[in-house]
């Protein structure tokens, strides 16, 4: 690859992010940790950082490190200035499951394919941190829910994208499990598997047909 000695200094950060993601794609777990460090410390902006952390989460979750996944990806999300707690309360379980339901009425499942896609590129790196917080499945507390609720949230005030599809799949699984409301999961999960034919939303689509056998 070629070195970054040699590429135009207002194209250092790109193509650093770019040499790092062919980095991972053909090391997988073993790309070189200095790699990705070095992807972070040329970070000069919040949305750099979060870029350069989503990237080192995903490698993290390879490896089986799902909790320092967890921080990582929690970390880059306060970058965004989205606050997520590692281990929710009560309280706010209940906050995000209201704004969650909110958020269905708006998104309309039944024509999910039509609504608006997301263009805010920092809440494209925002979701995909969120959807990397799946590690929590692993974990026995209520980030589990909060961080599909979250996608589904910022999905009907931003626009879907390809995340949307993992969200609105495992949120319903989620309430399934957590409110027995089976009908609203499996509406859920048949509208991420939906918008997943979409042609650019195919990278979840495997997750969320996985969801919908689990509620239907």
Same mark, same amino acid.
């Given at each position: 690859?070629?070195?970054?000695?040699?590429?135009?200094?207002?194209?250092?950060?790109?193509?650093?992010?770019?040499?790092?993601?062919?980095?991972?794609?053909?090391?997988?777990?073993?790309?070189?940790?200095?790699?990705l460090?070095?992807?972070r410390?040329?970070?000069?902006?919040?949305?750099?950082?979060?870029?350069?952390i989503?990237?080192?989460?995903?490698?993290?979750?390879?490896?089986?490190?799902f909790?320092?996944?967890?921080?990582?990806?929690?970390?880059?999300?306060?970058?965004?200035?989205?606050?997520?707690?590692?281990?929710?309360?009560? #309280? /706010?379980?209940?906050?995000?499951y209201k704004?969650m339901?909110? &958020?269905? +009425?708006?998104?309309? *499942?039944?024509?999910i394919? $039509?609504?608006?896609?997301?263009?805010?590129?920092?809440?494209?790196v925002?979701?995909?941190?969120?959807?990397?917080?799946?590690?929590?499945?692993?974990?026995?507390?209520?980030?589990?829910?909060?961080?599909?609720?979250?996608?589904?949230?910022?999905?009907?005030i931003?626009?879907?994208?390809?995340?949307?599809?993992?969200?609105?799949?495992?949120?319903?699984?989620?309430?399934? #499990? /957590?409110y027995?409301?089976?009908?609203t999961?499996?509406?859920? &999960?048949? +509208?991420?598997?939906? *918008?997943?034919?979409?042609? $650019?939303?195919?990278?979840?689509?495997?997750?969320?047909?996985?969801?919908?056998?689990?509620?239907s």
């Amino acid at each position: 690859l070629i070195a970054l000695a040699d590429v135009p200094a207002s194209y250092v950060w790109d193509f650093a992010e770019l040499r790092c993601t062919l980095l991972v794609e053909i090391h997988g777990a073993a790309v070189d940790d200095a790699e990705l460090e070095s992807l972070r410390s040329l970070a000069a902006s919040p949305l750099q950082e979060a870029r350069a952390i989503r990237l080192k989460a995903a490698v993290l979750i390879l490896r089986g490190k799902f909790e320092e996944a967890i921080e990582g990806a929690l970390w880059g999300l306060h970058c965004l200035g989205i606050c997520v707690p590692r281990r929710p309360s009560k #309280s /706010e379980i209940d906050e995000g499951y209201k704004n969650m339901r909110t &958020a269905l +009425a708006t998104l309309s *499942l039944e024509n999910i394919s $039509s609504y608006p896609r997301l263009q805010d590129k920092a809440i494209v790196v925002a979701m995909d941190l969120l959807a990397t917080l799946q590690a929590s499945f692993f974990s026995d507390d209520n980030l589990k829910f909060l961080h599909v609720a979250k996608i589904v949230e910022l999905s009907a005030i931003h626009g879907v994208s390809e995340a949307t599809c993992y969200g609105l799949a495992w949120c319903g699984v989620a309430i399934a #499990s /957590e409110y027995g409301d089976y009908h609203t999961a499996l509406a859920m &999960a048949e +509208a991420a598997v939906a *918008l997943s034919h979409e042609t $650019s939303f195919q990278g979840y689509r495997t997750s969320a047909l996985v969801a919908l056998d689990q509620v239907s």
